[in-house]
């Protein structure tokens, strides 16, 4: 793992975060805080002892220090100070990361128009299962993605990258994308056109269409006179002879274990078209709300499926 992945890797830099801060607490709870408590006491008894010799020899003393004495010394060395109190937020955020939601941020437009650019995401971590952080093992079966679901995962090709597409195939399904259309276990699927959409980052338009894939009504984007597929950027990938190719697009079937994603976007995206499936180790969460963003307010809480 090379430095810059490890730097990309946010859930790693928690967890080391949290080993380390929570390392020090229980040190701190354990040990160091018996230890001060001990020394306190000792030197606590001496000052009673001494003011007690004083006042014998009628010597009027302020008992004000005491207090100031004991504060002293028991108080937390500065670094273990913070790592205390850092670490009970830095545990809750990566519980939260890790098992229950996780944000994310759409960095380009390959799902248009459902997704836009700049678009801060939640995605629920545990409807496919309960997954080990860093790891992501699955531990806990819970429910498998269907197809319409728009899923985030780890790019096969790169898995310190987190992509994010709509679920098109599960396990055993027959793909065929032709002239822009898909066709699923042999039934097309159906098509209502919407208004030209315009792109307000190119300032172009893109023809939209409703698609229904498997009862999960969603929009499309297509480009006139784009090629369904781009048959120079095909790479190898595991399965892949599960596929056949031509220009007016593709047929696959998906391999046990692996599912086929597709852009939204649907000229402007690459996806299972060009780099394969996406085996099942490599889900991360069904994305779900757009919670934040910050160049257009109108998007903040938007459900999306």
């Given at each position: ?117 700049g678009d801060l995401i939640l995605v629920n971590k545990f409807t496919y299962g309960i997954r080990l952080p860093i790891l992501n093992k699955k531990v806990i079966e819970v429910n498998k993605p ?160």
């Amino acid at each position: 793992m090379t430095l810059q992945s490890i730097l990309g890797n946010f859930a790693l830099i928690l967890f080391v975060l949290t080993v380390v801060t929570g390392i020090i607490w229980f040190f701190d709870r354990f040990y160091l805080s018996r230890q001060r408590r001990a020394k306190a006491d000792a030197a606590l008894a001496e000052f009673d002892a001494r003011n007690a010799k004083l006042s014998a020899d009628g010597i009027k003393l302020e008992n004000s220090g005491r207090a100031a004495l004991e504060a002293n010394l028991l108080r937390q060395p500065t670094w273990v100070e913070y790592s205390g109190s850092f670490f009970p937020v830095i545990a809750m955020v990566f519980f939260l990361r890790s098992f229950l939601y996780e944000p994310f941020k759409i960095p380009s437009s390959s799902m248009v128009p459902t997704l836009l650019v700049g678009d801060l995401i939640l995605v629920n971590k545990f409807t496919y299962g309960i997954r080990l952080p860093i790891l992501n093992k699955k531990v806990i079966e819970v429910n498998k993605p269907q197809r319409g679901d728009v899923m985030v995962f780890k790019y096969p090709k790169d898995m310190s990258l987190d992509y994010i597409k709509r679920v098109v195939g599960v396990p055993g399904d027959k793909i065929t994308y032709q002239n822009k259309r898909l066709t699923i276990n042999g039934q097309a699927l159906s098509y209502t056109p919407l208004p030209d959409y315009l792109n307000e980052d190119t300032l172009d338009y893109s023809q939209q269409f409703t698609e229904n894939l498997s009862n999960v009504q969603h929009t499309i984007a297509v480009r006139s006179g784009r090629p369904p597929i781009s048959l120079e950027g095909v790479m190898d990938f595991p399965n892949k002879d599960a596929c056949s190719y031509n220009p007016e697009g593709f047929t696959c079937t998906v391999p046990a274990g692996n599912y086929f994603m597709m852009g939204d976007n649907r000229d402007n995206s690459e996806d299972s078209r060009y780099w394969g499936f996406v085996p099942d180790e490599n889900i991360v969460g069904k994305a779900f709300l757009v919670w934040m963003n910050l160049g257009n307010f109108k998007r903040i809480g938007t459900f999306f499926k």
